[in-house]
């Protein structure tokens, strides 16, 4: 048999690597250090290369002429678009469910923080002030979460709200369903999709929005979904609605979520995700009083589990890939295409 030309440009794994080797099917080249940007790399290095893992493929992934799939280290793929794997035969895998934890549990943070006010609380600490106002005292128990979205982070969060009493809708365009081929912590999210309490299809947005007590934003970035969110959306929520997100920025429009903000039409929001890399110090989202503002931490390439369970992703798929079993984590066509 001829071995594999396997291509590594993310951080390795010392054990699951050396297993790899160990099995004498593949010839493994690892580019150090890697890299979380798009560079060109050495034709020589990757002619050959059948199997490609990495952040982002290299500016000259076009002279990859035996290219057959790429495993991403991102949950992410907009850096697939134009690319046009699916007419040159390539797959494409992603990284869905190495942050489902970690982001769940930033959401439900969050909506604590967000109920009790935990950032005015602070600045009491701060300034000495002894404050015990009802508002710093809510809870979230019996409060409706609205799920935009529903892949993998959807589902964690939704197992973690409704352990704490929290009714759960999702918004989705085809409906819930069984996931399969998809990977997952052992014991965490949905996988049968039993957990929504309410579901709403493409055209009841106005039906999901208007009872939520927190909004989630947990759908990809795609060409469908920059801007999806607007002011006529935010309009349609509750003015005592706070919205999270830890998706991608642009999934809101930015001016509109920050009149929003400013004039009321929500109670407030905590933001994970951006339009800018990184903010400027002058933009108005810093400095409102009525949001929860993270650098892109709920959950990134730093957690503490990220690098175990990405290898694993990738291990599960070597096998997968061999055997010529479905992959985890698989891109359709219409995805890679940024439908």
């Not at 699951?16 to 050495?42: C, F, H, M, N, W």
Request: hydrophobic share 40%; proline share 8%; aromatic share 8%.
């Amino acid at each position: 048999m001829t071995p594999l030309n396997l291509l590594i440009d993310v951080p390795v794994e010392p054990a699951v690597l050396a297993a790899l080797q160990k099995t004498g099917r593949y010839q493994i080249d690892v580019i150090d250090p890697p890299a979380e940007v798009s560079r060109p790399l050495p034709v020589d290095r990757i002619r050959e290369t059948d199997v490609l893992f990495c952040s982002v493929p290299p500016q000259n992934n076009a002279a990859m002429a035996h290219l057959r799939w790429v495993q991403l280290a991102s949950t992410g793929y907009t850096q697939l678009f134009g690319l046009n794997l699916p007419e040159r035969g390539i797959r494409a895998t992603n990284a869905s469910g190495c942050f489902d934890v970690p982001i769940a549990e930033w959401a439900i943070a969050m909506m604590i923080n967000l109920a009790r006010d935990s950032r005015q609380m602070i600045r009491n600490q701060d300034a000495a002030v002894w404050d015990r106002s009802a508002r710093f005292q809510r809870e979230i128990r019996g409060l409706t979460v609205g799920l935009w979205g529903y892949g993998g982070i959807g589902r964690e969060t939704a197992r973690l709200a409704k352990q704490l009493g929290l009714r759960v809708h999702v918004q989705t365009r085809h409906g819930v369903h069984p996931r399969t081929d998809t990977y997952r912590v052992p014991g965490t999210g949905d996988p049968a999709g039993e957990l929504p309490d309410r579901i709403f299809l493409a055209g009841e947005e106005a039906s999901f929005l208007r009872d939520l007590d927190f909004l989630i934003v947990a759908m990809p970035l795609t060409h469908a979904t920059e801007g999806l969110i607007g002011e006529t959306e935010l309009r349609m929520l509750p003015r005592h609605a706070f919205v999270l997100n830890p998706a991608r920025g642009p999934i809101i429009q930015e001016q509109a979520l920050v009149r929003a903000l400013q004039e009321g039409w929500i109670a407030g929001a905590a933001l994970d995700t951006h339009y800018h890399y990184p903010m400027p110090p002058e933009h108005p989202l810093w400095k409102l009083p009525n949001v929860l503002f993270t650098p892109h931490i709920s959950g990134s390439s730093l957690s503490p589990n990220f690098k175990t369970r990405l290898w694993d992703i990738f291990a599960q798929n070597m096998s997968r890939f061999a055997a010529e079993e479905p992959l985890l984590n698989e891109l359709g066509v219409a995805q890679l295409q940024g439908h």
